[in-house]
């Protein structure tokens, strides 16, 4: 998907998970087609978005040195926005953490990983 300079990458996010999601009442509603093609344009959206659209530079190794660094917390949550039909954010996880599967009725949900570094 062609990127423009006049909308961020982010908020086309946005702009599509609010119309894909806008008219979803129940799974009975509506015509299913129309709700496949949104959520393929949400998910080819979404594929598209790499760390840097988030401003997020992944970690730089940093030689030790003999000073304690400050401690980060292992989870970190950067609310992106909400509406009344979706929200938005991003988890910052730090190599070898997780979080627990967990459900949230009622709600659809979607995962992009953006970058992975190994613990090994």
């Known amino acids: 998907m062609p990127r423009d300079n006049k909308t961020s990458l982010i908020q086309k996010v946005a702009k599509q998970a609010f119309s894909t999601f806008k ?5 009975s509603s509506g015509d299913d087609s129309v709700v496949t093609d949104k959520l393929n344009q949400l ?6 978005v790499r760390a ?4 997020i530079t992944p970690p730089k190794n940093k030689p030790s040195s003999g000073a304690a660094a400050p401690q980060s917390p292992p989870v970190t949550y950067m609310h992106i926005c909400e509406t009344e039909v979706f929200s938005m ?4 996880l730090k190599a070898g953490t997780s979080i627990p599967l967990h459900d949230h009725p009622g709600m659809n949900g979607m995962l992009k990983v953006s970058h992975f570094q190994s613990v090994l």
């Open 23 to 27: 008219d979803c009442t129940s799974a």
């Open 89 to 92: 954010g991003v988890f910052l």
């Open 43 to 48: 998910v080819s959206i979404v594929t598209s």
């Open 52 to 55: 840097k659209d988030l401003k």
